[in-house]
């Protein structure tokens, strides 16, 4: 059975929060966890998932390694039961509403101030009634029509009602979620998990490491502005951009002002390149806490996997290892695969990676290749194993819109294959280097910049066409991955972090070995 609300969850060393990715979604940063855990094999983890809703049981996408004791899902828009009860009197009182105002009346004046302030009154909240009283009582809604006849008086208070509603109700899953008795937790984004790491040190003491792949608050700015879900109104037009910045502006501010008060919580900021360290400066990070930890790779699962031949230059293999998703921008790669396809009608293009986590966009590029008449040589493999595949590729192209420092880059380096990238997150210092030392290796692959399909086909091109060009490409890469992306050397570096903050709140249960038996089937289905 599932464990109850009341069960309690077994001491761990490193409670990992996690946001829509490990263990239920695959890709670089689930990979990343899964041998983050199993190269500390004598760290006792547990793992708390934060997911939207409970729509139907979740699948586990990993074989889960022995050292995790526990795992439960908070779904934070699941239905929240706050029972009647007598009003909290000092709550209608409280400095929260006066913060919470401000917040979002002058976000922009305020987003680096102490928005903790807000945060930390909201983490005193000890009793339902108070939660209820949060949502329901007279000044809650007093605040909300001043901030909507202040925002957006044009719009429907429906619907700014309902987004307010929307977006605040997940603190409060976040405030009743069951905490384990954790020596460190460790955010692998800011969000609802790394506001959930902020509370527990703000209330707790419990230290937090905060590890950032992608910058969360950039990747939301990019999906809400794209958003169609976030409400509009379209009785008039003028009316329509109006509300339409109105509600993502809330949504905005909301996730920027999380990723502040994670920032402030939090002992260490782990990022993986210095682009990523100066947007996290950007939105409020203080330079001293942030370390840069670059992704790794097991060189022995890759290294030259690919024989050092170059291409056929007239049928020549283009590989996509990632998923099948819209933050993948594969719209682009397919036209460029049209581009490439008129110059060189014998090139092959595979794309390697899960088709089920977007489904309807899957849908659509499958049906674009249709419509550009290159479905016979575009290929979807969905998910497989990448090992079989470096050796029958001659260049892997990423057409990301957004990236952290793209795991499938260093397998591909590591295999001996050249890349075409766009110039996001990490790509353009993993493919032309870091430091002048690493640069005089030289490049192993081409830069590109964003929605380009010439530029990646010109790429494409550029690579396989030249044989002592893709040659010393492939080369650059081996040299760069083994000099600077060894996963044995990331791992040791979080064990010296972990170590050094576990040290601060001594283990009171037993070891691993005799927690075993805690780790069983039942006890890796838990949520609330």
Not at 132 to 139: G, H, I, M, P, S
Not at 142 to 168: C, V
């Amino acid at each position: 059975m599932n464990q109850s609300a009341n069960h309690r969850l077994p001491e761990v060393d490193v409670e990992l929060l996690l946001e829509g990715s490990y263990p239920y979604v695959t890709g670089g940063v689930s990979s990343w966890v899964h041998w983050l855990i199993e190269g500390l094999p004598h760290i006792r983890f547990g793992l708390t998932h934060f997911a939207a809703k409970r729509d139907k049981e979740p699948q586990i996408k990993y074989q889960l390694p022995g050292n995790v004791l526990f795992l439960q899902n908070i779904y934070l828009h699941d239905a929240i039961f706050l029972p009647p009860g007598i009003p909290d009197k000092n709550w209608s009182e409280h400095r929260f509403y006066h913060e919470l105002y401000r917040l979002h009346k002058e976000p922009r004046k305020n987003r680096f101030g102490n928005f903790g302030d807000l945060l930390q009154h909201l983490s005193e909240i000890r009793t339902l009634s108070s939660l209820k009283d949060l949502f329901f009582n007279r000044q809650s809604f007093a605040l909300l029509t001043g901030l909507y006849n202040q925002s957006s008086p044009e719009s429907s208070f429906i619907d700014f009602f309902w987004t307010w509603r929307f977006m605040h109700l997940p603190l409060v899953q976040l405030l009743q979620a069951r905490r384990s008795p954790a020596r460190l937790c460790h955010a692998i984004c800011t969000g609802y998990a790394g506001f959930y790491g902020a509370l527990r040190k703000a209330t707790e003491g419990v230290p937090l490491l905060l590890t950032e792949h992608g910058i969360y608050t950039r990747e939301r700015n990019i999906e809400i502005t794209q958003a169609d879900w976030i409400h509009s109104e379209k009785h008039a037009e003028h009316l329509v951009r109006k509300a339409h910045g109105t509600f993502k502006r809330l949504w905005l501010n909301f996730f920027e002002a999380l990723g502040l008060y994670t920032y402030q919580m939090a002992d260490r900021i782990i990022t993986l390149y210095d682009g990523n360290r100066k947007a996290q400066l950007l939105f409020g990070a203080e330079a001293a806490r942030i370390d840069i930890i670059p992704n790794g790779i097991n060189l022995d699962r890759f290294l030259d996997l690919r024989s050092n031949v170059p291409p056929d230059p007239i049928a020549f293999r283009v590989g996509f290892v990632g998923r099948i998703v819209s933050i993948k921008d594969i719209k682009t790669l397919l036209k460029a695969a049209q581009l490439v396809l008129l110059r060189v009608p014998k090139a092959s293009f595979w794309l390697i990676g899960p088709l089920d986590e977007e489904p309807e966009y899957s849908l659509e590029v499958q049906q674009m290749a249709s419509d550009l008449q290159i479905d016979h040589k575009v290929h979807f493999l969905g998910r497989q194993n990448v090992l079989e595949y470096y050796p029958k590729l001659d260049v892997v192209v990423l057409t990301s819109i957004s990236e952290g420092q793209p795991l499938s880059i260093l397998e591909a380096m590591a295999a001996g294959v050249p890349n075409v990238a766009t110039d996001v997150g990490g790509c353009r210092e993993l493919l032309y280097g870091r430091e002048s030392e690493d640069r005089i290796l030289g490049p192993c692959g081409v830069i590109t910049n964003l929605r380009s399909p010439m530029q990646t086909a010109e790429g494409i091109f550029e690579i396989c066409l030249n044989p002592k060009k893709w040659e010393h490409m492939a080369n650059a890469g081996k040299i760069r991955v083994k000099a600077y992306y060894r996963q044995s050397e990331v791992v040791a570096r979080y064990k010296r972090l972990y170590e050094r903050f576990m040290s601060k709140t001594p283990a009171i249960s037993p070891s691993l070995h005799d927690l075993a038996k805690v780790r069983n089937a039942d006890q890796l289905k838990g949520g609330i």
